[in-house]
Structure formats: C-alpha cells, structure tokens
C-alpha cells in the first residue's frame, strides 16, 4: 500500500524540526519538502474524524502535534494506533523535535510492515486560517473512541477492606479512601421536590461501600433499597457494614443491562459512577426505561463541559475516561418525556486537581472565585465546575435551551465555555486563560499554540488576544 504522509510544520520552526524528519524518513520513506504555504486553510486538511463510542458527540480535527498523542487515544485493538496515523494530515504546531520524530517513524514503520512505499511530505506554512469544517468527509479517517472498561477504583478497594470494616466509619477519611464519604446531601433538595412520595423501589448505581444506599434505606423506610457495584469486595463491605430490613446489595455491571422490570424504579441515584459506563447513550435510555412514570434519576458526577475548560487546550481532541457528556443525558431523558435540570455542585471546585504544577499561581486566584460563589446545595450550572448533578424526571423543571450545551460536536462546546469566561470578571479571565497557556507551554507551544485556538475558535480571538498578547509582549 502507497501512503504519502503529509506533515504541515511551522515554516519559523523548519530550520529547527527538519533534521529530525529526515533522521525519521531515512530508511522508511522517500522524503519529499515542499514550497512553504503562506497561510494554510485548515479546510484544506484531511482530518480525524472521532466519534465517541456510545455518544452523540464527535469532532473532527486533523491530527495536532502534540495535542494529539496516541498514549491518550484508547486504540482497540491497541496496535491499530501507528497504523491510523497515515491516514489524516498532520498539523505540527512545534514541540519538541525529538517526539515529534519517534511519532513519525512509528506512522511510517507501520506503513512498511504491510509491505507499503511510504512517501513523507513536508510543507513548511506560515500561518493557519480557520474555520475547521465539523461535517464528515469522504477522505477523513474514521476513528471511534472507546472508553476503558477498566474498574479504577478495584484496586482501592481491595487494598482497604481490612481498614474499613475494622475502623468506625468517621475514620475512615484517614486511611486516604476518598471515595468513602456519604453524599447524599448532594440530592437532598431535589429529593425533597421531585422524588415519589412514596418510593417502592430505589437503586444506588455505582453504590461501593454502600453509605447513601443505607441513608437512602434509613430516610424510605417503605422503600426497597438496592445498592449494586461491579466491585465484589465493596460490596462485600456493604453487605457487613450496613444490615438494614429494606437494604440489598447486589454485585451488578452496569453495562449490561439490568436486571429489573421496566417501568418499575422509583427512584435511582448514582455519584461518580455512571461516566464509567462505556455505552453511555445506551446506559442512559436503558435507566430511564426502568424509571415508573414518575420517577427520578439523580447522577452527581464529573462533565466532559468542565473539562474542556480546565483541561483546555488538550480536551480539544478526546473526552476521557470518567465524565460523561450532558448532551447524551439530556437527549436520552428527552426521549422517555423527561426533563433535566443541569446543577452546578459546589464540592466539584478544585482547579489544582485539573491543572498542572506550572499553573498553581493561577489555580489560586480560581479557587478563591470558586469559593466566593459556594453554597450550601446545588446550584446553577457553571462550565467551571467540574461536578454536576443531573435531575431528570417528568416533574424537573425544563432547563432554558441556552443554559444547556446540547450540541454535539464537541468542539462547537467550547463556545459556551469561553463564553463563560468572558462572563467572569476580568482577573478570573487571566487567571483561566494563563492557566491554558501553561498547559500548551508545557507542550512547548507559544505563541503557535494561540494561533492554532484562534483558526479553531474564530470567537475565541476576542478573548484570548487581549490576555494572551499581553503576556507575549512581555516576554512571558
Ligand atoms: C468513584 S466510586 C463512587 C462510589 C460511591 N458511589 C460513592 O460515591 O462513594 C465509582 C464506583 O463505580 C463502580 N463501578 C465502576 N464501573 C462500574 C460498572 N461497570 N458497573 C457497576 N459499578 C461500577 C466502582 O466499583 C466504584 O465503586
């Protein structure tokens, strides 16, 4: 097979990366460098065109380097990786040459093994131009992304049985489990309004040792509460831990499907649990298919939204592992005649957790906003915060369309989210932006990097520039 592997650098950069291609292409490719393009279209690139498994959402991008890496893709199977990376253009933003060569000759190794002649082009540009068309094309390489089924939290688990079931509960904290504390006073008050009267069956998806499960038990004493976990040593935690007449527990995947009647849930709840479910449009219509009429559905977990703002610039390309999309939910509640209501909650506030070391000076400044704006329940959706809660029931109230992001490209999110921060006052628009430049100068990617946002984000300009060319003009 014939493959021309085309490679767009930084005309400013090529006397720089150039000897790291030819180091790439010797023995593996003919080498081929073209005339530098003053200004390259990104509507001209041969794009990824990514779709998430189990999702609505998708976005198209050319391969960015570095944004892009294949240790962050879920290639499956896993030796698939260097043989997609032929297939779209490559757009370098600059980085280090030595990466940058170790990733092209594994695209090109690849290409020999299957008995290919692999050409290598190079075209130094100058600048980009934007914008970056959403709409699948013929000549795209499809790529589905899929999330691990990997349980993360087996492994604490197991190693803390012992502590939990001989230390009291209050103590628990101390031997670092996080995933330990009762929550339910995250759903208190939409319990409280949208909630049966009179729940007979209640689930805890995701449940791990059991604590709401058993709260939930004590509060619905007519209610059958059932806590399942795919962890069979949480569970057997619970089972120990908590003895209550009306509380079961029970070892269940949920990604599989369920194994209770339809219609005949009252009320589920899940915490940080449900992002895990790796079919989550599936998940989605499977729960609401369980719902009773009036039934509830409580999730409190971490959004694929928040991420993109404090993970930006690299979640431009790919959704992790353990959030979940609010679109998909939403879409899912509107097909069983649900309404969402979108909650901020204000435990999710923690921008050192999302930002590297280099950022800390600006993590602080967010913090202090995040906690200037705490309070005592859920409140109104904000895309800095990274945890939300999801009431969906016939009873919610209908979110206003603006407040939701329910398109699904994931790229076209990033609208509403820098729309956020140009919303916020002027230091937490520094602190957020410089906190985003930090994360593209640790891939050694300024100014390019700014550039790049910019084609990507037409509307980005106006929020970026003015920050960003500040800190450029001094030398920053
Ligand atoms: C972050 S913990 C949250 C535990 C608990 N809900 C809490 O708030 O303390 C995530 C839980 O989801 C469970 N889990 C992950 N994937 C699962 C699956 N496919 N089916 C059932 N449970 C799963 C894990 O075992 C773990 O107990």
Redesign the pocket.
């Known amino acids: 097979m014939d493959t021309e592997l085309v490679l767009f650098i930084p005309a400013a950069q090529t006397a720089a990366l150039y000897p790291f291609l030819e180091q790439a292409a010797e023995g593996r490719a003919e080498l081929l460098r073209d005339k530098p393009v003053p200004c390259l279209p990104l509507a001209a690139l041969r794009c990824l065109s990514i779709s998430m498994h189990g999702s609505h959402e998708h976005v198209r991008l050319p391969l960015v380097y570095p944004f892009v890496r294949t240790d962050s893709f879920n290639f499956e199977p896993p030796e698939r990786a260097a043989h997609e990376l032929a297939g779209p253009d490559w757009l370098v933003l600059g980085g280090n040459g030595e990466d940058l060569l170790a990733f092209v000759a594994e695209a090109l190794t690849a290409r020999l093994k299957d008995g290919g002649q692999p050409t290598l082009r190079v075209v130094p540009y100058a600048s980009l131009s934007g914008p970056l068309p959403q709409e699948a094309r013929p000549e795209d390489t499809p790529f589905l992304f899929r999330k691990s089924?990997k349980?993360?939290?087996?492994p604490t688990?197991a190693k803390c049985v012992d502590q939990l079931l001989t230390l009291p509960e209050e103590r628990w904290p101390e031997v670092g489990i996080s995933?330990?504390?009762d929550?339910v006073h995250v759903f208190d008050e939409a319990l409280a309004r949208l909630a049966p009267k009179k729940p007979r069956l209640i689930l805890?998806?995701?449940?791990?040792?059991g604590?709401?499960a058993r709260t939930l038990a004590q509060r619905f004493p007519g209610a059958l509460v059932v806590g399942?976990?795919?962890?069979s040593e949480?569970i057997a935690v619970a089972r120990q831990a908590f003895q209550l007449p009306n509380l079961r527990y029970g070892v269940?995947?949920?990604?599989r499907p369920l194994d209770f009647a339809k219609g005949s849930v009252d009320l589920i709840v899940?915490?940080?649990?449900l992002p895990?479910?790796?079919d989550q449009l599936g998940s989605a219509r499977e729960l609401f298919g369980l719902l009773s009429p009036q039934g509830l559905l409580l999730n409190h977990c971490r959004a694929e939204e928040s991420h993109l703002f404090w993970d930006f610039p690299k979640s431009l390309a790919l959704p992790s592992n353990t959030q979940i999309f609010l679109s998909d939910w939403v879409s899912a509640a509107r097909e069983s005649g649900r309404n969402t209501e979108v909650l901020s909650v204000p435990l999710g506030m923690a921008a050192l957790y999302f930002l590297p070391n280099q950022a800390r000076p600006f993590s602080e400044p967010l913090n202090a906003f995040a906690d200037t704006r705490r309070h005592d329940g859920p409140g109104a959706y904000a895309p800095w915060v990274s945890h939300v809660l999801l009431a969906h029931s016939a009873q919610a109230r209908p979110a206003a369309e603006a407040a939701l992001p329910l398109a699904s490209n994931h790229l076209a999110r990033l609208g509403p989210v820098l729309g956020a921060v140009v919303a916020a006052p002027r230091e937490i628009q520094e602190a957020a932006i410089l906190a985003w430049i930090c994360n593209a100068r640790m891939l050694g990617l300024l100014p390019e990097a700014l550039e790049f946002f910019e084609a990507v984000l037409p509307d980005s300009a106006p929020v970026l520039r003015p920050v960003l060319g500040a800190s450029l003009a001094a030398g920053d």
């Open positions: 089924g349980n993360f939290n087996q688990w995933n330990t504390a929550l805890d998806l995701g449940c791990g040792l604590q709401i399942v976990d795919a962890s949480a269940v995947d949920f990604s899940s915490t940080n649990a895990y479910a790796q």
